[in-house]
């Protein structure tokens, strides 16, 4: 190259750009995931040219918003009625250890089209709890029934490879639409797990590669929301999983209540969530409840909550057990309090506030305890399609903000005749979902 086209070149805006991102300071944001990237970018550059695609990277987010179902064995009839009466759903997210027990639900969910797949439950293997569950010790990755599964036990390459095939076929088997990498919970960043989970990613994306399988991974995030407090922990974080870079991430956050008002946790658990969508893959926040609505407002592509209850994760859940057959007590969803309820609580509500009666298919205005109960489900699960869809209209964050304002000014109505309503919650959500779009506004 002559001198003269080598100077032509460094003035080039595109050659200049190249050099910035070169420069930038989180890997994470770093266009080129090698040099033999950088150096094809760069024998692409015409004299002069402005603009240039950096990465080759495919954006893989959802073409549009999503909710799924965290399904639980006893819920079937219900969603069944609902599909059949016309409702549709995003998908299903099941629990690994409900299986094989509960495989015709499966099967029949599948004549629906309705795409799923699975928390493969193997951070409960940590935990001596996990001997109390049939379904968790029948799984083919329990190699002990009696021992907890803990680090030592996954350092070999051997231990990892076979960890990661059984996990992986096991929901291959299932006919699962993507799988996840087996992960486990991590108390915080230096946490012996968190490294494990990197490699048994690693070994996922070899895994599917050198087998020709033709399903998407993604990997499972589980940590302590106290440890995403801090802004160099959670770009730690993201670094640490962009160099794998999966298909998508799933995010268990420890102790991320939709009813906290620690507006530094759900700050930090945000930010986390943005940080990884800059990765152009699917984000999804699991078990988050009905925080999971303004999440998708922030650009985040889907969350999983179980038809009005399952609304968090905890470590604590992964050290208990429910009993075989177990019945969730049943709540119904009031839209405009984004809230869910007690039945009885609910009928006492509907009565002073009448604006607040649902005239959906299934409730019909009905406001006695009985048909509240009957339905509650098919309600939850008519509503909640009825707000994705309008979230896929428009999702501006403004428009959540300003939800949330109208949301605080009717808790505090009603809460002068009922004073167990909480929503002190909610102007922690308004302040935080502020910042981040004042914020997000400053970057552009």
Known sequence: MSTHILKSHLRSNAFENIILRLLEKQPYLRPFRSALEL?????????????IEYSRTEDKSFSKKKYFIRLIHNEKT????YIKSGGSIDGIEYSANYLPKYQNQIEDFKKYNAPFYFDPSTNRLAYS????????????????KFDKLTPKKLLTIDQIEKY???VLNWQIKWG???????????????DEWLGIDLKLLEETKRYIKENNIKKEFYAGVCIDIEELTDE?????????????????FIFYINNIYERTTNESQLYGYIDLLLKFKRLNRPVIAARVGNLGLGLLYLQIDSFSSGIASLSSFSEEMLLSDRPSGYNMERKYYISQLLSCFDISKVAEILKEETSLICNCKFCNREIDIPTLTKYSKQHFLEIRTKEIREINNNHQPQVFILRIDKMIKLFKKLNKKFHWLQFKHLES?????????????NEI
């Open 129 to 144: 709890k996990f001997s109390e569950t049939k379904g968790l010790k029948e799984l083919p990755y329990v190699y002990d």
């Open 78 to 81: 219900e969603l069944s009625n």
């Open 176 to 190: 699962a639409d993507w799988i996840i990498a087996p992960f486990h919970y991590s108390k915080n960043i230096g």
């Open 429 to 441: 959500w308004y302040n935080v979902f502020s910042k981040i779009m004042e914020r997000n506004n």
């Open 232 to 248: 160099d922990n959670r770009l730690e974080l993201v670094n640490r999983y962009s160099k794998i870079l999966p298909d998508g």
């Open 39 to 51: 150096l094809e970018i760069l024998k692409e550059i015409p004299l002069l040219k402005k603009e």
């Open 164 to 166: 990661v095939a059984d």
